[in-house]
């Protein structure tokens, strides 16, 4: 049986979207990946663009609201903030026996320049993350079951 995970963020544009995909991708038997903000917004197409050279299409993601999912009543393992600490705050209370994580990594969203300096920029943020779950994964997956529920 798999267990959900939720990466929340704003806005649910790019930080959150890329956690989900890392993680569906690196440990698809134990655990189910969801993402939402706080906030949804649109997602950001730079974002887009660099996940596609990860072989990772997310073009046809909706952003998602994380009320909306609380409300779903879907029981959520992990609730993981990929935001700042200050927006992480004001991550709503999860019911249940939900472990709380925060993995803060810059917003996409608010890097300056030309389109090539903010894909260039949003390559490091997007490698920060793939390594940040694919290290928490091989830790979490290494374990049963029974010791993380």
């Known amino acids: 049986m798999s267990e959900n995970v939720i990466f ?6 790019a930080r959150s979207q890329m956690a989900e995909a890392f993680l569906a991708r690196a440990c698809p038997g134990r655990f189910t990946a969801h993402s939402a903000g706080i906030e949804p917004g649109r997602l950001n197409q730079v974002v887009v663009a660099a996940m596609r ?3 990772i299409d997310i073009a046809g993601n909706q952003t998602k609201s994380v009320a909306d ?10 609730a993981i ?3 700042d600490e200050a927006s992480a705050e004001r991550c709503p209370v999860f019911p249940g026996r939900t472990r709380r994580l925060h993995w803060g990594f810059p917003d ?3 890097l300056q320049g030309t389109p090539a300096e903010k894909l260039a ?3 490091v943020i997007r490698d920060e993350i793939e390594r ?3 290290a928490w994964c091989a830790t979490v997956c290494a374990a049963p079951l029974a010791e993380h529920g």
């Open 8 to 13: 929340v963020c704003i806005h649910n544009s």
């Open 53 to 55: 050279e990860k072989g």
């Open 69 to 78: 999912l609380i409300r779903s009543g879907i029981p959520f393992a992990y």
């Open 81 to 83: 903030t990929v935001c």
């Open 108 to 110: 996409p969203s608010a």
């Open 121 to 123: 920029h949003t390559r």
């Open 132 to 134: 940040r779950v694919t």
